[in-house]
């Protein structure tokens, strides 16, 4: 059974840093290209950034040159570096296969900014 399970989130404050993480289920994850997903109240699920089974990264505007990407295989996890947080980067955040595939949501993390 496919899960993919993220943490790290919290309250910070504008400026601030955290780093989030994502476990996978299983080695299968490793060819395949990952993506770290968003969305705010009121606001449709959008993409973040995602990672290549190579490690060739893309960014989203808004968060190019704050955020950071990056995947260990061995471990089966996915990992997002945000700095500079900014308050409308307040969000729920998920990770997904890239494109994403509806049934492997998971709850996701809550990244509040603020204050």
């Known amino acids: 059974q496919v899960r993919l399970v993220e943490s790290g989130g919290g309250l910070v404050q504008p400026g601030g840093s955290l780093r989030l993480s994502c476990a996978t289920s299983g080695s299968i994850f490793r060819i395949l290209t990952m993506g770290w997903y968003r969305q705010a109240p009121g606001k449709q699920r959008e993409l973040v950034a995602r990672i290549s089974a190579g490690g060739i990264t893309n960014y989203a505007d808004s968060v190019e040159g704050r955020f950071t990407i990056s995947r260990d295989n061995a471990k089966n996890t996915l990992f997002l570096q945000m700095n500079s947080l900014k308050p409308e980067d307040t969000s729920i955040y998920y990770c997904?296969?890239?494109?994403?595939?509806?049934?492997?949501w998971g709850q996701g993390t809550q990244v509040t900014v603020s204050s």
């Open positions: 997904n296969v890239f494109p994403f595939i509806s049934n492997y």
